[in-house]
Structures are given as C-alpha cells and as structure tokens.
C-alpha cells in the first residue's frame, strides 16, 4: 500500500511538472526584485457620507463583534496549543542498564525521542514514550541540498536544514540560489532565503506536522530586503523506505507578498535520503518554479 502511493505521489509530481509551461525568459529575477522594492499604492481616501446612522440597525455592529469573538476563541485555543506542547513533564522511570541494574531516574521534559535516521527500528521516525529512553535521541538535525529547474532558463540551487529537540521546539531555514538566463546573453542571480521558529503541533511514529514564525530576506546586486514568513511543514514515513515532505511558507519581503509551497517524495537508506519534487515560489506574482531533485542527510 505505501509503495502503490509514494508511486503515485511521484506520478503526480511528474505530471504536475510536465503540465506546467515553461517559463518563458523575461527577466522573471529583476521583475521579483523589483516587486520586492515597490511600495503599493496609498489607498485613496474614502468621501465622508452625509447619511445620518440608523442606531436601530445593529447587524453591522453584531457581525464585528461576531469577527472579534471569533479571533479571541482562536487566538485563546492557539495559547493553550502552544502550553500544551512546551510545558515540560516531571516523571519518574525505572531504567535498565544493559548489565540488568535498575535505576530510578527523574525526567523533565517530553516523552518523546528521535531515532538515529528513519526507518531504523523498522517504522516512522520519532519515538513516542519512556520506553524508548536510552535508546532515542533529544534532538534532531536535517540538511540537504537539491538542485531545482524549469527546463527552460530557470535554474535554482537550493540548501535546508532544519534542527529539533524533543521539547518541539525547532528552528528551520532554506537558501536558494537563483539563476536565470537573460535575453542578450549573460545571467541574472537572486538570492532569497528565510530562517523560522518552529513548534510540533502533532507528532507521532509516522508523521509530524510543525509551524513557525520567522523573516524572508531577498538580495541581488542592488542590495537587500526582508519581510515577516509564516511557515507549516509536515512529513509522512509511508512505510520503508519511502518519505513524504512538504512545506508552505507564506510572509513578505520588503514591500512584495511572498508564497511558497513544495512537497518531495524521497526513498531513504540509513541517514542518506534521495527526494525528487516540485517547488512553486510566487513573489508578487513573478513565479520561480521548478523540478526539484535532492539529498539529504539525517543526523
């Protein structure tokens, strides 16, 4: 079952990808630069009305207060999310050393662990519960680099690492280089890159799912601008050997919107995965997409 969809994954990545027009060479790097460096324009300022306010009509007013309610119920459950997740646990375990001595220890903190590399006990990835104590680790580490392309003048060379501990707390950042062939020869080169803070808001042996808050940065040879990211994440262990990642990140940089949203299919062995995929990068509406191919190594 976990190979038929990580195939299936992998078609549908590849038929996206070929759906897909190449983009064609319009100096796609200057024109998302420039977007970046562009204020929007002043609203323009509304004419006061001369209509009296009808008190009697309260719809207006029980709509907004409505809204507010709504986001103080959000934010509310969001605060108790977030307690929930880092308040650490004080517990007391009976540990066996491997000469069959038992010890009492005392735990602060979450009880759960990462494995050396997924797979290696055979599913998932992380640990859940004391028995893995001594065998799992606190924390965990990713890098990778891939290379990126939309087949026409587009070319991306890209680099992610993200480190966790077992409080969920984690901090994730992505660079990529961007290349673009120019009419007229010569090349064209961006830089945009973000760096988060991130918290596991679900996880479990097959999958984790994470948000974050961080900053954009974009530079090029006529200087640099940065803006606030919003970012989500999750990965999927569908069975041996197969992982299933992606990731949106959602912000600014400098006065331009910025999404971003990406998911991989990659096969693992040990702490060596080899992922393929597609990344779609839309800076104000200047679009740097590409297919993505990649290594990553787990630490």
Not at 192 to 209: A, E, K, P, S, W
Not at 229 to 249: H, M, Q, R, V
């Amino acid at each position: 079952m976990a190979r038929k969809l990580a195939i299936g994954l992998i078609a549908a990545i590849m038929c996206a990808t070929a759906s897909v027009k190449p983009a064609m060479s319009g100096w796609l790097l200057s024109s998302a630069a420039k977007e970046s460096r562009t204020d929007d324009p002043a609203p323009t300022p509304k004419p006061k009305s001369t209509k009296k306010k009808d008190y009697s009509d309260t719809s207006d007013d029980g709509l907004e207060s409505l809204g507010v309610n709504a986001v103080g119920g959000l934010f509310v459950l969001s605060l108790y999310a977030t307690a929930n997740a880092v308040i650490p646990e004080r517990r007391t375990i009976i540990y066996t050393h491997n000469n069959g001595e038992e010890e009492s220890i005392t735990l602060l903190g979450h009880s759960e662990y990462f494995s050396d590399f997924p797979y290696q006990h055979d599913f998932g990835y992380m640990l859940m519960g004391d028995e893995w104590y001594g065998i799992g680790k606190y924390k965990s580490v990713r890098a990778s680099v891939e290379y990126a392309s939309d087949f026409s003048h587009l070319s991306r060379i890209g680099t992610k690492v993200l480190v966790e501990g077992n409080r969920r707390w984690g901090l994730d950042t992505q660079w990529d280089e961007y290349f673009e062939s120019i009419p007229g020869g010569g090349t064209d080169q961006l830089t945009l890159g973000d760096i988060n803070v991130t918290l596991r808001y679900f996880q479990g042996y097959h999958g984790q799912l994470r948000f974050g808050l961080g900053a954009n940065i974009l530079a090029d040879t006529n200087g640099s601008e940065a803006g606030i990211n919003f970012t989500g994440s999750y990965d999927a262990y569908l069975g041996k050997p197969w992982i299933w990642s992606s990731e949106f990140d959602l912000g600014k940089v400098g006065s331009a919107d910025l999404f971003r949203f990406r998911t991989t299919v990659g096969v693992n062995w040990k702490h060596i995965e080899a992922y393929t995929g597609y990344q779609y990068t839309n800076i104000e509406g200047a679009e740097l997409n590409g297919f993505v191919s990649g290594l990553r190594v787990w630490f």
